[in-house]
């Protein structure tokens, strides 16, 4: 009965399949994933339209994306010369850049998703002759490698470099100035659409891209239009919806008319709790109420960690006076190291009285924070084989104050770090490139630490003690809001 009702709903969304013999036009009808295509080809290419991921730029969101049932994606790509020598690079801009190179990125999309459906590819400076050969160049090495042509679309705002592409047989789309039509009457709206369909008739351009926010106006002009004797595709973005909405289907189903739409993904808008340290009497600490570990007190010494109620928060806070830590092992390949190469967030609400690293693990790489000589909150995080966020331009513009309680969170999406104290945004910076994961050259694993960082030894030793109270510890997989964090 499910299944009749859910095809039902995809009737009413997409119309009739068509099916043809060198391809299947059925729609992935797995209820905990999205809708896609199980194949693409030339032959049924426009005839349903597509839903994809937006801006899959890292590997860690395309493995998300992929485990999550999504077979098509859409990816930023900008010609670096940075060396010297011409490449195309992952990321909007060379300040954005993953680090990765477009080659590298489709070989882990082909050991991901050997059989992804549809992949496109927003060209941002596509707008030289130098740039266009480079780039055919690249396309046609990977097409000859994982015969791609027939999947891909290629995107950019400067139209006349597209038609060596679409005289090719590649798909193509004009990066319209879609805010153009913002505002404007429908005469007008008629004006602008009719220049653009000219400028497409003239370059041999049969697709356009836009925001959904126009997308009356543009159903309106180019449902109907042609580009020598080719029907317009039109391409569109809506990162208002997502992928694990209930009502997606509700909501998709005005756009049935485009060749390919984009939505959020969950990676980037709602993120997962996936450490959640908490404090509880008698010394005790708990990751998601699951019992952690501290240093094992030595004979002879007092170095247990105390733990206190704070009637002002109303939890267990722990006490530490620089001789002991807790800490949680992880791995690269678990929920809290997926987190950390990824788009994530780390809260901690503590009163500093001393010391160095309050929530960190930083073994000659990873990430975390650091109170300064200078008594300000700092944080670190290595990509690249460097140290991209050093103390000095990712810190508070304040000194910490001893006996006082400070919320602060960061944030990173994979192009721009936020810090923020007490609910108030303090500090932000564009940063990218691949994470470092700490040295580990003794220890079994890599360690989190709470109230310190730790050694690369054989057994968990603590180094840059803090001194002072946390209350929490936290950190997610994807980015809070601000709203998350005014709360």
């Known amino acids: 009965m499910f299944m009749k009702k859910l095809k039902m709903l995809f009737g009413l969304l997409l119309g009739t399949m068509i099916l043809t013999s060198c391809s299947s036009d059925l729609l992935n009808t797995n209820v905990d994933g999205p809708m896609t295509r199980s194949l693409l080809s030339t032959d049924d290419f426009g005839q349903t339209m597509i839903l994809g991921a937006h801006k ?39 300040e954005t ?13 082909l050991v991901m998703k050997p059989d992804f459906n549809f992949l496109w590819l927003d060209f941002k400076d596509l707008s030289t ?40 047989g590649w798909h193509v789309s004009f990066y319209s100035t879609w805010s153009s039509l913002v505002g404007k009457t429908e005469q007008e709206q008629k004006e602008i659409c009719d220049g653009w369909l000219k400028s497409m008739q003239d370059n041999n351009v049969d697709g356009i891209s836009f925001d959904s926010d126009v ?10 239009a ?15 919806i997502y992928y694990n909405e209930p009502d997606i289907y509700e909501k998709i189903k005005k756009y049935s008319h485009l060749t390919v739409l984009i939505i959020g993904f969950p990676n980037e808008e709602i ?33 247990a960690i105390e733990t206190r109620w704070n009637s002002s928060y109303e939890k267990y806070e722990a006490v530490f006076d620089g001789s002991n830590f807790f800490y949680i092992p992880y791995s ?38 650091e109170i300064t000589s200078g008594s300000q909150l700092a944080f670190y995080y290595r990509a690249n084989n460097k140290w991209v966020l050093p103390n000095n331009n990712f810190q508070t513009p304040i000194q910490l104050g001893k006996d006082i309680y400070y919320h602060a969170v960061v944030t990173y999406d994979k192009t721009t770090f936020r810090m923020y104290i007490n609910g108030a945004k303090v500090k932000e910076v564009k940063v990218s490139g691949t994470f470092n994961f700490p040295k580990k050259d003794q220890a079994p694993d890599y360690l989190l630490g709470i109230g310190g960082d ?6 968990p030793s603590i180094q840059n003690p803090f001194i002072g109270k946390i209350v929490y510890a936290k950190l997610y997989k994807g980015v809070l809001s601000n709203l998350d964090i005014t709360n």
């Open 215 to 224: 997308y009356q106006a543009m159903k309106t002009n180019f449902e109907n």
């Open 56 to 94: 899959c730029n890292d590997v860690v969101k395309l493995q998300d994306a992929v485990d999550y049932g999504i077979s098509n994606f859409e990816v930023d790509i900008h010609v670096s010369r940075e060396s010297g020598i011409p490449v195309l690079m992952i990321g909007h801009e060379l």
């Open 129 to 168: 002759d130098e740039n266009e050969a480079i780039i055919r160049e690249t396309l046609y090495r990977l097409d000859s490698k994982y015969n791609i042509k027939h999947r891909v679309l290629v995107e950019s705002r400067y139209i006349t470099h597209l038609t060596s592409f679409a005289n090719d």
């Open 332 to 369: 690269k390949e678990d929920a809290i190291g997926k987190a950390m190469k990824g788009m994530f967030s780390m809260e901690i609400l503590f009163s500093p009285d001393g010391g160095v690293n309050p929530f960190s693990s930083m073994e000659s790489g990873g990430l975390g924070y």
């Open 226 to 240: 042609q580009v020598n004797n080719r029907p317009v595709r039109q391409y569109s973005w809506n990162y208002r």
């Open 271 to 303: 993120p997962k709790l996936i450490m959640d340290v908490q404090f509880a009497d008698k010394g005790i600490a708990t990751n998601m109420n699951e019992e952690i570990s501290s240093l094992p007190v030595v004979e002879g010494t007092t170095n």
């Open 454 to 459: 730790y050694r690369d030894t054989a057994t």
């Open 97 to 109: 850049s993953t680090g990765q190179t477009f080659e590298e990125y489709m070989d882990d999309l």
